[in-house]
């Protein structure tokens, strides 16, 4: 059985998988707009794959016999003035939720709920990997700028991301 203070830390993380969804489905939207094919492509499946993290968290919580709250969708708030501002919003989110998970795994420890600890580290591990692509694709756009010949072979490179994460 879940603790009440672990179940509503799961909850709080629910809600934040949740946005990690809307925040690359808004970024994947955008760049189709944009005609960035590549990057709307690799925001589309990472979007799909942010909302899995979710599931994942909402069938753990109702297994430990807890009850998973479904959140609300929040309209994400970007600034979409360039290509630079979009990935490091995107790169400092991931960063965001990596702490959040090591603020779980901290209280699953305090609790003593070794189950929920031994859970998350698919998290821990996921978050190194998300971390680490945010990381690359901003390198790569701060090299570029707003160059347009560059954006056009980056849009090519992203395709593959997915893929070898
Ligand atoms: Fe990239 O956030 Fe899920 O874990």
């Known amino acids: ?25 808004a970024m994947a939207s955008w760049a189709e707009i944009q005609g960035f094919e590549g990057i709307a492509t690799f925001m589309f499946a990472q979007s799909d794959e942010e909302r899995q993290h979710m599931l994942k968290l909402i069938k753990y919580i ?4 807890g009850e998973a709250v479904i959140p609300d969708i929040a309209k994400p708030v970007l600034d979409h003035s ?17 702490k959040s998970i090591n603020d779980l795994v901290h209280i699953a420890l305090e609790e003593r709920d070794y189950a929920t ?14 971390e ?11 090299l570029i700028g707003d160059d347009k010949g560059g954006l056009y072979l980056f849009d090519n490179d992203i395709k593959g991301f997915n893929q070898q994460g």
């Open 1 to 25: 059985m879940l603790s009440d203070k672990l179940q509503a830390a799961l909850n709080n993380q629910v809600k934040l998988e949740g946005d990690s969804s809307q925040i690359y489905l």
């Open 62 to 65: 109702n297994q430990r016999g």
């Open 82 to 98: 360039s290509f630079k501002t979009l990935f490091k919003q995107l790169f400092e989110h991931e960063v965001f939720v990596s």
């Open 117 to 130: 600890h031994n859970f998350l580290q698919w998290y821990v591990s996921e978050q190194i990997e998300e």
């Open 132 to 142: 680490a692509t945010a990381r690359t694709i901003l390198d790569k756009i701060n």
